[in-house]
């Protein structure tokens, strides 16, 4: 933690902070206006808006542990609209991640030689079609029943690869079912997200962090930030212990059965103290971030957040896979390559809490970060 002598007050460090991530939300948001429409401006701004989304988060963040500190209205006002600006933003990204997360499962999971892919491009998304490179080239001796699909794996492909005959057979049309299900919402997050931009609510959001870049408003009588810094560190240990760590590893639905509880059911349930975890290690990260100004951090904890961050990753793709099974009048072998999916997503989020298992385990060391 930052030693605070007697020229820096309380007051300074906590402004400087927030100022500064104040200073790179208004940075970032005009970054994101002023990219034209081209490819390059559309990454650039894309970039702008995850640069956007992380200072809010951050500066939502710090008024969420520093809020004895800060005028409370304020703070109370302007922390659910950042939480609301950075969900908003960051749906569009997630659906991305997403998507090719669960492709590169299909892919890996069914072999490229044996899996199928539409033999028509009409009939698949045009963000589909760059992902069907991935399948092989298409096939042309005749099409499965209900499609214009090749014929599944020839003799001899399962043997090869190792994979089963109805996982090859299901793979492609699942991966067509997943590309048009998640782009459409990704076409609507993107839609909801310019609308954002262009609402009166955000423009009250944007017009509150530029009076932050110029002016914290604090309380007269300022408290010491460790004390406050060092519950939001307990509060995250409270979470981690509460964690079932020495499961970490385990076939994903052991404690499901265990209970008596359905299979499919119990793994979603118990995900939500891994969510609250990895919301408090944010806290923790941000709050250490006001006390150590300037790159570097705890690689422990940056470790962690990592391994938590995949956590929630593999539990939604394993959850748009299962939404994605119960769509009515699919094929049984698309249902069955959904499963699979599923079940190999489930097995990543033990993986996920297996890492997070060890990380936390290992001794606090500094790391320089961009």
């Known amino acids: 933690m930052a030693q605070l002598n007697h020229e820096t007050t309380t007051g300074d460090v906590l402004s400087a902070y927030l100022q500064g991530q104040a200073t790179e939300f208004l940075r970032s948001l005009r970054l994101h206006r002023e990219s034209s429409t081209d490819a390059q401006g559309a990454e650039e701004s894309l970039e702008a808006a995850r640069a956007l989304r ?3 988060r951050r500066i939502g963040g710090t008024l969420h542990t520093f809020r004895p500190l800060l005028d409370q209205e304020w703070a109370s006002g302007l922390r659910p609209e950042l ?7 960051a749906r569009e990204h997630a659906y991305a991640t997403r998507l090719e997360r669960l492709l590169d499962a299909l892919h890996r999971l069914s072999g490229a030689p044996g899996v199928p892919m539409p033999t028509d491009h009409a009939a698949v998304p045009a963000v589909g079609r760059r992902s069907a490179r991935r399948w092989g080239s298409p096939r042309s001796s005749g099409a499965e029943s ?9 003799p ?15 793979a492609a049309k699942a991966a067509a079912l997943l590309e048009r299900q998640l782009t459409l919402a ?11 931009f262009g609402s009166s609510r955000f423009h009250a959001v944007a017009d509150n962090v530029a009076v932050l870049a110029s002016e914290v408003p604090l309380t007269k009588a300022t408290e010491d930030l460790k004390p406050l810094a060092a519950k939001a560190e307990e509060n995250l240990a409270e979470a981690v212990a509460a964690l079932p760590l020495g499961q970490a590893g385990h076939p ?8 008596g509880l359905a299979a499919a059911e119990a793994p979603e349930a118990q995900d939500a103290p891994w969510l609250k975890t990895r919301a408090l290690l944010r806290l923790h990260r941000y709050a250490q971030e006001v006390l150590t100004p300037g790159p570097g951090g705890d690689l422990r904890l940056a470790e962690a957040g990592q391994a938590l961050d995949r956590h929630r990753e593999a539990a939604d793709a394993a959850s748009a896979a299962a939404s994605a099974a119960r769509t009515p ?9 959904l499963g699979v999916l599923h079940a190999d997503q489930r097995h990543e989020v033990e993986a996920a809490r297996f890492a997070f298992h060890q990380a936390w385990l290992r001794e606090t060391e500094a790391v320089s970060t961009p």
């Open 252 to 259: 994903y639905n052991a404690e499901a059965l265990t209970h």
């Open 156 to 170: 001899g492909a399962e043997q090869q690869s190792g994979t089963p005959r109805g996982l090859t057979v299901g």
């Open 54 to 56: 992380r200072a809010a």
């Open 186 to 196: 990704r076409t609507r997050a993107h839609s909801t997200a310019l609308q954002a």
């Open 329 to 337: 009048r699919i094929a049984p072998a698309t249902a069955y390559a």
């Open 83 to 89: 939480a609301w600006l950075s969900g908003t933003l």
């Open 146 to 154: 209900g499609g214009g699909w090749a014929q599944p794996t020839p």
